[in-house]
């Protein structure tokens, strides 16, 4: 099994444009086969040309939605259900154009600490609402995913991020409510850590859901210099019989000073391309390696 390997366009620049073009052929001189970009928003970037760049660089291509409290499934707000509903239907439109065939994220909405707002409690009735507000909105846009060829793949959050979807099991409950073969789960090992007891476990768990998978350390750092068994998650891939594309995302910076915002995104400071072959070459060895017992 060899599972295609990418990695987010957050690690080179945000937003993506056309002056980045050039890095899609450095991806793939690196060993990586696809580039997992944030859907652009409008004006960014022309979205023909950008399938005619990554054509020519031979890199395939995943998206990864970006929710806001205005476009946000999960919302009291009908308005703003309304919007996450018209952003998912753009989403796979900008997908389709692209040829790229996932797109993943938090798609449910209502995040927490990129918004500003402190969680507070909710109580059944809103939960309730929550969960078929959910669903409601997976299930009405999920043809719309199918005709296109896409899958949204859904991805729990930690409770710092979210308060609707933060464990594997919450996710797996999540897609078997919704049903529907053009929603899977996205799996974010960097989340994981946070949320479930066991990674491989939970991998497990998760079974033929996982759509889309990400492989971060715990402290978004690059592969090998955190805690993850790296085997043993390839392990777990392999036993579920995971054949799909796994991005890397190690976006955090090193800067340990004191009140450093370490949420924040910020643009890499030095040349990463060690560190990135480096960490690309041991997920690879560690998917192998997943294959054996002894």
Same mark, same amino acid.
């Given at each position: 099994?060899?599972?295609?390997?990418?990695?987010?366009?957050?690690?080179?620049?945000?937003?993506?444009?056309?002056?980045?073009?050039?890095?899609?052929?450095?991806?793939?001189?690196?060993?990586?086969?696809?580039?997992?970009?944030?859907?652009?928003?409008?004006?960014?970037?022309?979205?023909?040309?950008?399938?005619?760049?990554?054509?020519?660089? *031979?890199?395939?291509? %995943?998206? &990864?939605? @970006?929710?806001?409290?205005?476009?946000?499934? !999960?919302?009291?707000? /009908?308005?703003?259900?309304?919007?996450?509903?018209?952003?998912?239907?753009?989403?796979?439109?900008?997908?389709?154009?692209?040829?790229?065939?996932?797109?993943?994220?938090?798609?449910? *909405?209502?995040?927490? %600490?990129? &918004?500003? @707002?402190?969680?507070?409690?909710?109580?059944? !009735?809103?939960?309730? /609402?929550?969960?078929?507000?959910?669903?409601?909105?997976?299930?009405?846009?999920?043809?719309?995913?199918?005709?296109?060829?896409?899958?949204?793949?859904?991805?729990?959050?930690?409770?710092?991020?979210?308060?609707?979807?933060?464990?594997?099991?919450?996710?797996?409950?999540?897609?078997?409510?919704?049903?529907?073969?053009?929603?899977?789960?996205?799996?974010?090992?960097?989340?994981?850590?946070?949320?479930?007891?066991?990674?491989?476990?939970?991998?497990?768990?998760?079974?033929?859901?996982?759509?889309?998978?990400?492989?971060?350390?715990?402290?978004?750092?690059?592969?090998?210099?955190?805690?993850?068994?790296?085997?043993?998650?390839?392990?777990?891939?392999?036993?579920?019989?995971?054949?799909?594309?796994?991005?890397?995302?190690?976006?955090?910076?090193?800067?340990?000073?004191?009140?450093?915002?370490?949420?924040?995104?910020?643009?890499?400071?030095?040349?990463?391309?060690?560190?990135?072959?480096?960490?690309?070459?041991?997920?690879?060895?560690?998917?192998?390696?997943?294959?054996?017992?002894?």
């Amino acid at each position: 099994m060899t599972n295609p390997v990418g990695l987010i366009s957050m690690q080179i620049a945000r937003p993506f444009t056309e002056d980045h073009f050039p890095w899609l052929r450095r991806l793939k001189a690196l060993g990586f086969d696809f580039i997992e970009l944030l859907v652009p928003e409008p004006g960014d970037v022309d979205l023909k040309k950008l399938r005619e760049a990554l054509t020519d660089a *031979g890199l395939d291509v %995943v998206l &990864a939605a @970006r929710v806001n409290m205005e476009r946000n499934l !999960t919302s009291s707000d /009908a308005t703003c259900r309304q919007s996450g509903l018209d952003y998912l239907k753009y989403a796979i439109e900008c997908a389709h154009t692209l040829g790229a065939r996932i797109v993943g994220g938090p798609l449910y *909405g209502n995040p927490l %600490v990129f &918004a500003g @707002r402190a969680p507070h409690p909710v109580d059944e !009735t809103l939960r309730a /609402a929550r969960e078929n507000w959910c669903v409601e909105g997976l299930k009405a846009v999920a043809p719309f995913a199918a005709q296109a060829g896409v899958t949204l793949a859904v991805e729990p959050l930690n409770r710092f991020e979210t308060d609707i979807l933060c464990t594997t099991r919450q996710g797996t409950a999540l897609i078997d409510l919704v049903g529907e073969p053009s929603v899977g789960l996205m799996l974010d090992t960097f989340h994981m850590h946070m949320e479930d007891a066991s990674i491989p476990e939970a991998i497990v768990e998760a079974g033929p859901r996982i759509a889309h998978f990400q492989a971060n350390e715990n402290h978004r750092g690059f592969l090998g210099t955190g805690a993850t068994d790296w085997v043993a998650v390839a392990r777990a891939l392999h036993a579920v019989g995971y054949a799909g594309p796994i991005a890397l995302e190690p976006f955090r910076r090193d800067d340990d000073r004191i009140a450093v915002p370490i949420a924040q995104w910020r643009p890499p400071h030095e040349d990463e391309t060690e560190k990135l072959a480096a960490s690309l070459a041991l997920l690879k060895n560690a998917m192998t390696m997943g294959r054996y017992r002894r």
